[in-house]
């Protein structure tokens, strides 16, 4: 079979071992614990699913305008400008199906053929895809381990070429938790500016944040204006409002790109679904609400980031991890566990699940197959029974 020239380039999900056998497992009646998906345990607050309801009711079931519906919008824009201490024109503001879908669109539209895009790694799984789907090329780039990975600008400059057109960077990291504090963001942000490089900052996981100090976790708009070159901020409803089915995610960029990537998306999907919309309005403009049910869960996920640290470092002292500040994720490393049979995290978690029953994430699947990634988004008793399956294995 001939396909396209942009699917032939495309990869196996580096998970699909893993979770098919997770699968198997399960269906043969074997008690599996599940920590290799990536989204919050928490219903949607009924706040916000009421408001979806109540829209359907009332005949919110139409189109809207492909880029959303112009209240939606220009409440995310509010918001926005409350974080910058500035104007935002929410004309820049485009809502798709997810974030993922607002990062197809920034991918699509910014990049090409011929193209280099930087991605800080280790990375989510789909940056890479995204980009060389555009037929670009994906250029991961790795910061110091002893430094969560995160990225510098002199890190960044050694990987750059004449053809570098793009940096993704995620912020809460999933999957290291890593979070750039506002000086390291501001010297990438000036290092991409003063190169013409589009910086293309996720910052999904921004409200799940794991330290006192908020100011060392900041986000694109925290960075004052004059460092800033061409930039697209990913955001959406997924992880902060519990959120992940209904498909919301939002960009926010310069208008004239936005334009692009809402005639883009009207020719491949149309508006987000109309009522996860009006949900949305009511996440991103029910502000109160919407502050509780942030805190409470934020606060649930420290807690177990907590547990989850406290018990590595008991059970399993010789296990190196990146102590997470944000995001729900461990990231630990596994490869002094290697033997002949197992020489890489794809084949040690699928030992990992045959023998224990947990399934996690091989590092593959973030660039880097000598570490695993555990999510902590479960109840305190799923983490500590998964934490002594992993003991088994790992202590
Ligand atoms: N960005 C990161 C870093 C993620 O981890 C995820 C989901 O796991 C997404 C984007 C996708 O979010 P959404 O569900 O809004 O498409």
Not at 235 to 256: L, P
Not at 259 to 273: E, G, I, P, R, Y
Not at 284 to 308: H, I, P, Q, Y
């Amino acid at each position: 079979m001939r396909y396209s020239a942009n699917i032939e380039r495309l990869k196996p999900s580096a998970t699909i071992a893993v979770s098919t056998l997770a699968k198997r497992l399960a269906e043969e009646g074997r008690d599996i614990i599940n920590l290799s998906t990536g989204e919050p345990d928490f219903d949607t607050p009924a706040f916000i699913s009421d408001a979806a309801v109540e829209g359907i009711r009332g005949g919110q079931t139409r189109y809207t305008p492909p880029a959303g519906i112009p209240a939606l919008r220009k409440t995310i824009a509010a918001r926005l400008s409350e974080r910058a201490g500035r104007a935002v024109d929410w004309a820049g503001v485009v809502v798709s199906s997810g974030a993922k879908q607002s990062l197809f669109n920034a991918v699509f539209s910014l990049f090409g053929p011929g193209d280099e895009v930087l991605v800080a790694a280790p990375y989510w799984t789909s940056y890479p895809d995204l980009v060389t789907l555009a037929r670009a090329d994906a250029v991961p780039v790795f910061g110091p381990p002893e430094d969560d990975f995160k990225v510098s600008p002199s890190i960044l400059e050694a990987a750059r070429t004449d053809r570098t057109r793009g940096l993704i960077l995620n912020t809460p990291c999933n999957p290291t938790g890593a979070v750039y504090s506002l000086d390291q963001l501001t010297v990438i942000a000036r290092w991409a500016r003063e190169r013409g490089i589009w910086l293309i900052c996720d910052e999904i996981y921004r409200n799940i944040y794991h330290e006192d100090d908020r100011s060392s976790a900041a986000g694109l708009l925290d960075v004052p204006e004059s460092a800033i070159g061409d930039f697209v901020l990913i955001d959406g409803a997924s992880k902060s409002y519990a959120m992940t089915g209904w498909r919301v995610g939002f960009s926010y960029c310069r208008s004239d790109v936005a334009q692009k990537m809402a005639d883009l998306q009207s020719q491949v999907t149309s508006n987000t679904s109309t009522p996860a919309q009006v949900a949305a309005l009511e996440a991103f403009g029910n502000v109160e609400l919407a502050w509780t049910s942030v805190r409470d869960m934020a606060a649930a996920f420290r807690r177990r980031r907590d547990l989850v640290v406290a018990r590595m470092r008991e059970l399993m002292p010789s296990v190196p991890f990146i102590k997470p500040h944000g995001a729900f994720y461990l990231f630990f490393r596994v490869d002094h566990l290697f033997d002949s049979e197992v020489p890489d995290a794809t084949a040690w978690c699928s030992r990992l699940l045959e023998e224990t029953g947990l399934a996690l994430v091989p590092g593959a699947a973030f660039g880097d197959d000598r570490w695993a990634r555990m999510s902590f988004a479960a109840s305190d008793d799923v983490l500590e029974e998964a934490l002594c399956r992993l003991a088994r294995i790992a202590g």
